[in-house]
């Protein structure tokens, strides 16, 4: 058989994937980690034990979580894929030992080790690649939502993809769903990961299947910037961040209500790819001083605990597993010793769905706007197609599926149809 010339990459918020399409017309996916068919999008920069002007050791996936939860000397770069559209993704940042990286260069580090992974599976250059790209990469910004495609076309060239082409990512789902359709559907496809929250309404059927153009087939795509990483966001501020100091009261003065914390520096703990920006000296130094802020001293002391110990990241996923505990039914224990000896709280279903309903609204209005865009009513639509790992999250599919009331549900593979249905799309695209 014919090696494949070229690759599809799912380069998600919080996992990726690449795929090889096969010469009978399927997408085979790449072992990437351990047998599996994804890896988490992080990257671990290891400067411990750095010679000279040695180049730090990259570590990827869940080698470069676990790196970190050693307590490596280095830098962890998670959700790498919220930085495009930004500021950030042209500026560098330090990762220790006076060593510092370019964000889109980060980027480009992840990417080529996907390539790498992908080329060892193949036994063949692929010098050509279909990149998966949500619908928004920035809500109600063009010109931005423009960049941040040109941002990661850039870094995919940089590590020697000579042709690179893009394919929204909910399209791909549908690419994927429609191996297995008997008959012509309507279907809406619900594209939930870590990142934002994409729908595509396609039309799909086995008599389209080989189409190389689908444009007439795609009635509407919308999405928005909501999506896994939100939700750990808002947890962490409802559950752990207040321990810290969230929403906290200031001393209380005569004849005024006391003022509440400055909040900034709790919301960059909650979102992943701002966390490391809150350890540089000069931010520690404006955080220690702002002691006089804080009518509970103890508050002020667990904040600078956090920042002073680099525990951010480690929080933040306490408040991602709590959201898929909840996910799965049941409640959530947070024991916070690392912070404080004894320190602990905990969520139910009923907290975390309140703290998470504004975010759930908006995804479903998404949903709904995404009908209204193809002038199609709900009674239209067949199937409802779940993707994403967020799709997880009973509350939200159930959210999702009152737009369409009566459409079949059918959940696909949370983390990887993507990524097949690029395949599928590079192979139709390239030959």
């Not at 692929?126 to 040109?150: H, T």
Request: some cysteine.
């Amino acid at each position: 058989m014919t090696a494949p010339s070229c690759c599809a990459i799912d380069f998600g918020t919080s996992n990726s994937a690449i795929a090889l399409p096969q010469a009978d017309g399927s997408a085979r996916l790449v072992p990437v980690e351990d047998g599996r068919p994804t890896m988490p999008t992080t990257v671990f920069y290891d400067v411990e034990d750095l010679a000279g002007h040695e180049a730090p050791r990259r570590l990827y996936g869940r080698a470069a979580l676990a790196a970190y939860v050693e307590g490596r000397e280095g830098r962890l770069m998670r959700s790498m894929k919220s930085i495009l559209g930004s500021g950030l993704a042209e500026q560098s940042t330090e990762v220790g030992e006076g060593r510092a990286v370019r964000y889109l260069d980060v980027i480009g580090d992840y990417l080529r080790h996907l390539r790498g992974l992908g080329e060892a599976a193949a036994q063949a250059p692929l010098p050509r690649v279909v990149l998966g790209r949500p619908v928004r990469f920035v809500d109600e910004d063009e010109a931005r939502d423009a960049q941040a495609q040109a941002s990661l076309e850039a870094a995919a060239r940089a590590v020697g993809f000579a042709e690179v082409q893009f394919q929204f990512e909910p399209i791909a789902a549908a690419l994927d769903h429609e191996q297995s359709v008997t008959q012509e559907e309507l279907v809406l496809v619900a594209d939930i990961g870590g990142g934002t929250s994409d729908f595509s309404l396609v039309r799909v059927g086995p008599e389209r299947r080989a189409r190389l153009d689908r444009r007439d087939d795609i009635l509407a795509n919308h999405g928005v910037h909501v999506a896994g990483t939100d939700f750990d966001r808002r947890l962490d501020l409802a559950a752990i961040l207040p321990l810290c100091g969230y929403r906290a009261a200031g001393p209380a003065r005569p004849g005024e209500r006391p003022r509440e914390v400055p909040s900034t520096v709790y919301f960059d703990l909650a979102t992943w790819h701002l966390i490391n920006g809150v350890y540089a000296t000069n931010r520690v130094l404006e955080l220690q001083r702002m002691r006089s802020f804080y009518a509970d001293a103890r508050l002020h002391a667990r904040l600078m605990q956090v920042v002073q110990q680099r525990l951010g990241h480690a929080l933040l996923a306490r408040a991602e597993a709590a959201k898929i505990a909840v996910a799965e039914g049941g409640a959530a224990a947070l024991p916070l010793d690392l912070i404080e000896p004894g320190l602990a709280t905990a969520l139910d279903a009923t907290e975390a769905l309140q703290a998470l309903d504004a975010d759930l609204q908006r995804i479903a209005d998404a949903a709904r706007e995404t009908l209204a865009l193809a002038g199609v009513t709900a009674q239209d639509v067949r199937t409802l197609y779940f993707t994403g790992g967020s799709t997880g999250l009973a509350a939200l599919t159930a959210r999702i599926a009152e737009v369409v009331p009566g459409a079949r549900a059918v959940h696909g593979d949370r983390e990887s149809s993507v990524a097949r249905g690029l395949g599928l799309h590079a192979r139709r695209l390239f030959g």
